[in-house]
């Protein structure tokens, strides 16, 4: 169990407090609700730039790395199509520094034409590296393409294309600047050695002053449900053929979520799970094979992926076939009550796991107090699952009408 405490500052900003006696070191994390599914279609990857951008000084802290290292500690952030995350892990002595300058950027960005070419470039070499000269590195613009025709998760996080990164003007930054990153659209976790008493004084005096603001409306339409299988063929510079069959399933927080999860754990978590026992070492099909959720927020996706041994079409019928008799199975009611605790019981290990270090427990915390969710209860909501319902999920899920399918050949 993890204890910590929350409040909520006039502004609306949101605070959660967990004391680790356990270290010498604090970790401050800010979650803003924006991703890039509140971007533009015409300026795709600006939420990731803004990343960025929040590192390139704010009204009065020139340098934000430079003020981070100087008091002791270290910095970063992460972009999903859902969030922002930015987070620092500072001696506790000099905790100070990590608010006085997480709610300066969060008051206002400096806006330098500097800062804007700057990150500008480093997005597009980021894109260049990731996308473009990393083999596989644009199966997943292909792939989101396939799944949505209207929602923005059509895009990869990174942008639909350099020129949509190209064209950002300093017009552009100021305003989704002032439309997302506001106290009243953002949560605030604390963990490490800090009292809680310590936390309200230092959240009260940086980050309270920062007014409210007007939060842009989420107005972009949503996905109509998919009514045929979709099948899209691409070639690239890669070793072996990859296939990826994404099904369309819930988002975050709604009924069969977490079923969905379960599922792709008893698919392929682990040397027990069925696709490691049956066809990875049993077939000689498949080189590689994973089942995973891409957890976001609205509707997204379930992939089975998989990197086959020959590039025949022979083989990627079959590599077909022993993959939907796998998922036959689940459908079936193949599912022991063993074989079930035994792959909640792995969850159960990984979460807690992952939550011990007071920066996981500051990240996970800001995640689940976003989510109106207490961290406490994740575990009993697994072990609620049924085999029952873990049948009629996958049922509803696997439907080859509800399915994408992306083969991706070597170019030779």
Request: overall charge negative; hydrophobic content about 40%; aromatic content about 10%.
């Amino acid at each position: 169990m993890i204890e910590y405490n929350t409040f909520t500052l006039s502004n609306g900003l949101r605070v959660v407090h967990n004391y680790d006696g356990a270290t010498a070191m604090v970790a401050l994390n800010v979650l803003y609700n924006v991703g890039a599914r509140d971007e533009s279609p015409e300026l795709t990857g600006m939420a990731h730039l803004f990343e960025h951008l929040m590192f390139g000084g704010s009204v009065n802290v020139p340098e934000f790395d430079s003020a981070i290292e100087n008091a002791g500690g270290m910095n970063n952030a992460w972009t999903s199509n859902d969030y922002t995350n930015f987070y620092d892990i500072v001696p506790a002595q000099n905790v100070e520094t990590a608010f006085w300058v997480e709610s300066d950027r969060m008051l206002s960005l400096a806006f330098s034409d500097k800062a804007l070419e700057v990150q500008r470039h480093v997005v597009i070499e980021e894109f260049k590296q990731t996308c473009l000269n990393r083999p596989y590195g644009d199966m997943s613009h292909y792939l989101r393409a396939m799944i949505y025709k209207q929602h923005p998760y059509r895009y990869p996080v990174i942008g639909k294309e350099i020129s949509h990164i190209e064209k950002v003007t300093q017009d552009d930054v100021r305003e989704f600047f002032y439309s997302h990153y506001a106290p009243n659209n953002a949560v605030l976790a604390i963990s490490g050695r800090i009292s809680l008493d310590e936390t309200k004084r230092l959240a009260q005096k940086w980050f309270e002053p920062i007014p409210q603001r007007d939060i842009a409306p989420r107005k972009y339409p949503q996905e109509p449900r998919q009514t045929e299988a979709r099948m899209q063929e691409a070639k690239g510079n890669v070793p072996q053929l990859a296939m990826v069959k994404a099904y369309r399933m819930p988002g975050y927080g709604m009924p069969d979520y977490v079923e969905c999860d379960v599922i792709t754990d008893l698919l392929a978590s682990g040397h027990s799970s069925r696709f490691y026992r049956n066809l990875l070492m049993k077939t000689g099909v498949f080189t590689e094979i994973d089942a995973s959720i891409i957890g976001s927020d609205e509707p997204g996706f379930l992939m089975l992926n998989s990197k086959l041994t020959n590039n025949d079409a022979t083989a990627i019928a079959q590599a077909d076939k022993l993959m939907k008799e796998e998922v036959q199975r689940i459908i079936d009611g193949d599912v022991s009550e063993y074989e079930l605790t035994r792959t909640i019981n792995r969850f159960e290990s990984n979460f807690m796991f992952s939550s011990m270090g007071f920066m996981a427990k500051a990240q996970s915390l800001a995640n689940y107090v976003m989510h109106n969710e207490d961290i406490n209860g994740v575990v009993a909501r697994y072990r609620s699952i049924t085999t029952d319902d873990i049948s009629r999920v996958a049922k509803n899920i696997f439907d080859e009408n509800n399915c994408a399918t992306l083969i991706y050949h070597p170019q030779n």
